[in-house]
């Protein structure tokens, strides 16, 4: 009668199973056995690797950001007055060089956005054909620079405040989280 041994898994000195010649780690949150490319790199470990997989890291960032909101919007908050042009010319470059995805995104915000797009393409023409138009400064901070064209209520497609940029989306801003709107440039 032969006697079956089950050899040893081997294991590397900082806790990285190594039995297949698959390196693989067991996630300390959901304890699956998981390849290491599942897992974020965390220089300060004995292995190298973060002691929770990408799926539960992700997850418990979800959970913490909702219930931390304001944290995350009084932050966002900070970086984007402090970096807006790098932001906007960093987006207009990865449209530049993803027209297809760029379009793709706008055609699925406007399929989402029926009476919005139906707006914008009402106050687009009119400002065409010369039935309205749009004046050189803004109206909440009188900034001289390219406006843009806030709808209070889109079922009035041509009744707009004419914003600047900064002032557009801290009015957007405000509304969501019901807060007074100063202006940067002021």
Same mark, same amino acid.
């Given at each position: 009668? /032969?006697?079956?041994? %089950?050899?040893?898994?081997?294991?590397?000195?900082?806790?990285?199973?190594?039995?297949? !010649?698959?390196? /693989?780690?067991?996630?300390?949150?959901? !304890?699956?056995?998981?390849?290491?490319?599942?897992?974020?790199?965390?220089?300060? @470990?004995?292995?190298?690797?973060?002691?929770?997989?990408?799926? +539960?890291?992700?997850?418990?960032?979800?959970?913490?950001?909702? /219930?931390?909101?304001?944290?995350?919007? %009084? =932050?966002?908050?900070?970086?984007?007055?402090?970096?807006?042009? $790098?932001?906007?010319?960093?987006?207009?470059?990865?449209?530049? $060089?993803?027209?297809?995805? $760029?379009?793709? %995104?706008?055609?699925?915000?406007?399929?989402?956005?029926?009476?919005? /797009?139906?707006?914008?393409?009402?106050?687009?023409? %009119?400002?065409? $054909?010369?039935?309205?138009?749009?004046? =050189?400064?803004?109206? @909440? +901070? !009188?900034?001289?620079?390219?406006? +843009?064209?806030?709808?209070?209520?889109? @079922?009035?497609?041509?009744?707009?405040?004419?914003?600047?940029? =900064?002032?557009?989306?801290?009015?957007?801003?405000?509304?969501?989280?019901?807060?007074?709107?100063? +202006?940067?440039?002021?």
């Amino acid at each position: 009668m /032969t006697k079956t041994v %089950a050899l040893p898994v081997k294991r590397s000195p900082i806790g990285i199973n190594m039995s297949d !010649g698959a390196a /693989t780690k067991v996630c300390t949150k959901c !304890g699956v056995e998981k390849g290491v490319e599942k897992f974020y790199q965390r220089v300060l @470990s004995k292995d190298g690797l973060q002691s929770w997989c990408k799926a +539960c890291g992700m997850k418990e960032r979800r959970i913490w950001r909702a /219930t931390h909101r304001e944290r995350v919007n %009084a =932050s966002a908050r900070k970086h984007w007055a402090t970096h807006t042009i $790098a932001s906007i010319s960093r987006c207009k470059h990865w449209r530049d $060089a993803n027209p297809e995805r $760029a379009r793709a %995104a706008k055609n699925t915000w406007a399929l989402q956005h029926p009476g919005a /797009t139906h707006a914008h393409d009402i106050l687009n023409n %009119a400002l065409r $054909a010369g039935r309205i138009l749009k004046p =050189s400064v803004c109206f @909440s +901070c !009188g900034g001289n620079v390219r406006l +843009c064209g806030h709808h209070e209520n889109y @079922s009035k497609p041509l009744d707009v405040v004419w914003l600047c940029q =900064s002032c557009h989306e801290l009015l957007h801003n405000a509304q969501l989280e019901k807060e007074e709107v100063v +202006c940067r440039r002021r």
